[in-house]
Every structure is written in C-alpha cells, then in structure tokens.
C-alpha cells in the first residue's frame, strides 16, 4: 500500500503530480495487481489527501492505459503487457530519432541555455520526482523544432501510452540517464544533429530494455 510519508507538501500547485507519480509508481511496481479495484476514499485517507487529486489522477491513469474506469466498480487496475512495453520504447526510438535529427538544426540560444538549465537541473537533483519533470521538459524541448506535425503527434500518443516514470523503478537510471543526457545535450550545442539524434535513439532504447529485462524478472508478460 501507499504510505503517506512525505507527501504532505506546501505547493498544491505540485499536489495532483506528487499523487499521480505515487499511485502510477505503485501499478508499474505490482504494489497493485491487475483486477484489483483502486477506491478513492482509500487512497485519499493513505495520502493525506482530498479525493480531487485522486479522481485527477484516475483520468490521467487511465489516458496512459493503467487503469480502465468501470461503470459500478470505479478503478480498475489493468495488466501491463511486456510487449507493449516492447513496442513502445522500439517506436519511441525510432520516431524520437527522425524528431531530434529535424529540431537540432533549428534550436534557438533560448531553447539551448534551457536545455543547458534542465540537463543541469537533473544532475543536480535528489528527488525523483522533481527529476522525472525535468526529464520530461528535455524530452520535449529536444524535439520542439521538429516541423513534422504527423510525427510529433505520433511521439506524443506514445508518450500518453507510457510515462517516463522509470527512475522510479529501475535502479540506477537517474545516475545513468545523467550521463546520457549531458552526451546528448553536447552533441545539440555542437549542432551535430546525426550524433544527437543517435543516442537519443540509443539512451531510449537502453532504458526500454532495462525497464523490459525488470519486468520480466517479476514474472510480468
């Protein structure tokens, strides 16, 4: 079950992120099993919390195809397939690759120096959670130049179909994906679209196979 430790924190403004990243975090986990029923009053009194977030958070839950909201039932923990995970992270490589080799070329200074900040950000920060939002920021701003419409729709309905919530589970991500980010971060300052583009390619790929191989030593399938 959830605990309630350290989540009662001042910026409500942060509230609905904290309480979608712990119930996401404890479905990816196996914490809740596939077919159990998620109640809001419950998870409401684990968290500290009002049902607001937790009926937000349900919305975004079941966007991602985490949970299915059933008519008398309410929450609905869906199985996580392996091989869409598989699927995923291979198109997200794939797409995200073409994505950055079209916006490198066309990043301003600003976009640069933000990318630069983020980057910095990530290696600078003991929480995860704050750590998964910068991840995400860089994620988009890499490819924010990418003029092909069709593509980033197709990036952004994989994006929806999986979260980037990994450094919550595989150990040893945060300090990886750190370096994985400064090598790609140098290769856009340089403007070198091919090798940007590539460990991009690479760094999404890497991660899928970890989240792929942890999963399957849980005995998911």
Known sequence: MIEKNGLMIENRDTLHLRVLNLIREAILKGDFKPGERLKQSELADALGVSRMPIRE??????????????????????????????????????????????????????????????????????????????????????????????????ISTLWNGLPMQTPHILKGQKDTSNVEHRSILNAVLRKDKETAAYLVSKHISRTGEMLVKGLKEEGRN
């Open 57 to 154: 958070a349900f919305q975004k839950l079941e966007a991602e195809g985490l949970i299915k909201l059933e008519p008398h039932k309410g929450a609905v923990v869906k199985s996580i397939n392996v091989g869409d995970i598989e699927e995923i992270y291979a198109l997200r490589s794939e797409l995200e690759k073409m994505a950055v080799f079209q916006s490198v070329e066309n990043l301003t200074e600003d976009d640069l120096k933000e990318l630069t900040a983020l980057v910095e950000k990530m290696e600078a920060s003991p929480d995860v959670d704050e750590f998964v939002r910068y991840n995400i920021e860089f994620h988009r701003l890499l490819i924010k130049r990418c003029t092909w419409e069709r593509l980033n729709t197709f």
